[in-house]
């Protein structure tokens, strides 16, 4: 075992020993603040996602698997001031590969959201995020490490204008900066909505929104020798409701008619239905199901393509065994509609099935211990965009 492994697991048991251990109660800041350290580990059998039809020495490597150890460290402030609210979290991140260390990486994610009112009929929130993080290999299937940031700003509002009328309204602007230089989906976003809604005494509601999206690309993209501009133009109109079934069920869904348009590449362009749709189950106090089914237009997800719709259908169970001990499962299924390809210069699909399970043992309050496995596997018309993969994971964290 490598002086990497004796480190990362000894810092997980040293956790694991903690947990174990009675420890005080720390109140920082009046109970405001909590700091917390965490450490993963987690085995991937297929890290590149790559084919079975293909060997790891198409990636430089002698194996497909690998383990990595990552490291966090951050704090969680959330501080209610009257009618108001301010929250504010970051988590310092470094991960490890045993094998493949040119995959050795440090990033973060940061929140801050104020949850403001103006008066009990008048709420709404303005959140910052941002997040560095290593993207997944599953879009690019290559050995090149790619590190994105993606930063997120947003406004929501709400106004109950009388007892039976809701009026909404959202904006956000955000961009995405990919660190492999051969990206072209570096990305800059705005959106705005708004919407009205009629809401019953058992608080269901139906309601019509509508929104527009303007987005493009930081640079242009060259294709065929022509410089060419990503930018494009979204709008959608639909309805939007709630609908509380019984005490125990809960039905929360949007239908609209979307129309996404490109300046230049307009084989990409879509015109017809989106939809997301939630059936929330809690036949007892400890177990929860959701259901979720959806049809949209997903952001940019790889440096192959700038268009992907998608269509998914997930179930997520969640069941509280006991105060200490939680277990949650998903399964998932999606197809990945891409368009307009220009490195390609085809349209493909992928077609994603999974499933997984975690338990969760938290034997006082700021302490858990977490196993996870997580199954997936991949069809695709492109050659060689099929995989199959599965993850093992345990993680320790602490809170003061």
Same mark, same amino acid.
């Given at each position: 075992?490598?002086r ?11 956790f ?36 079975d039809?293909?060997?790891?020495e ?41 094998e ?5 990486? %440090?990033?973060?994610?940061? /929140?801050?959201?104020?949850?403001w009112? $103006?008066?009990?009929?008048? #709420?709404?929130d +303005?959140?910052? @995020?941002?997040e ?39 904006a ?9 230089t ?14 009205l809604?009629?809401v ?6 139906i309601?019509?929104?509508? %929104?527009?999206?303007k987005g /493009? ?5 060259? $294709?065929?020798?022509?410089? #060419?501009d990503? +930018?494009y133009? @979204?709008w ?33 362009n879509?015109s ?6 939630t ?30 719709l ?5 179930? %997520? ?5 006991s105060?200490k ?25 992928h ?50």
């Open positions: 075992m490598s990497l492994e004796i480190g990362a697991f000894g810092k997980f048991y040293l694991a020993a903690l947990a174990a251990a009675p420890l005080p109660s720390w109140a920082l800041f009046s109970d405001h603040l909590e700091v917390f350290v965490q450490e993963n580990v987690t085995h991937d059998n297929n890290v590149f996602r790559l084919s039809n293909v060997g790891p198409t990636v430089g490597a002698t194996q497909k698997g690998d383990v990595i150890f990552t490291t966090g460290v951050g704090f969680l402030f959330d501080l209610p001031v009257s009618l108001q609210r301010f929250q504010l979290g970051y988590t310092w991140v470094d991960s490890r590969y045993r493949f260390r040119d995959l050795d990486h %440090r990033g973060h994610a940061a /929140r801050a959201s104020w949850l009112a $103006v008066t009990p009929r008048v #709420t709404g +303005a959140t910052y @995020q941002e560095s993080t290593l993207a997944s290999f599953a879009n690019i299937q290559d050995r090149r490490p790619d590190l994105v940031t993606a930063r997120l700003a947003e406004v929501n509002a709400a106004w109950m204008m009388t007892p039976s009328w809701r009026l909404h309204g959202r956000n602007g955000g961009m995405a900066e990919h660190s492999d051969t990206s072209f989906e570096n990305l800059r976003s705005a959106s705005a909505e708004t919407g809604s009629y019953t005494a058992q608080e269901n509601r309601g019509v929104a509508v %929104r527009a999206e /493009r690309s930081h640079d242009e993209q060259l $294709v065929e020798g022509i410089l #060419t990503n +930018a133009s @979204q959608g109109a639909g309805i939007q409701g709630r609908w509380v079934v019984t005490g125990h069920s809960r039905f929360d869904g949007r239908l609209d008619y979307t129309r996404r348009t490109y300046e230049d590449f307009t084989q990409r879509y017809g239905p989106t939809f997301t749709a059936y929330t189950w809690t036949p007892t106090g400890k177990i929860t199901v959701a259901t979720t089914a959806q049809r949209d237009v997903a952001p940019l997800q790889d440096i192959n393509t700038n268009f992907v998608v269509t998914s259908l997930a179930v %997520r169970p969640d069941w509280a065994i105060d001990l939680t277990l949650r499962g998903n399964l998932q299924y999606a197809k990945w509609d891409y368009r307009g390809d220009p490195a390609l210069g085809q349209d493909y699909e077609r994603v099935t999974g499933g997984g399970v975690a338990l969760m043992y938290r034997p006082w309050e700021r302490v858990a211990i977490t196993g996870a496995y997580q199954h997936e596997r991949r069809s695709s018309t492109l050659l060689n965009g099929d995989y199959r993969v599965d993850v093992f994971s345990i993680e320790g964290r602490i809170g003061f």
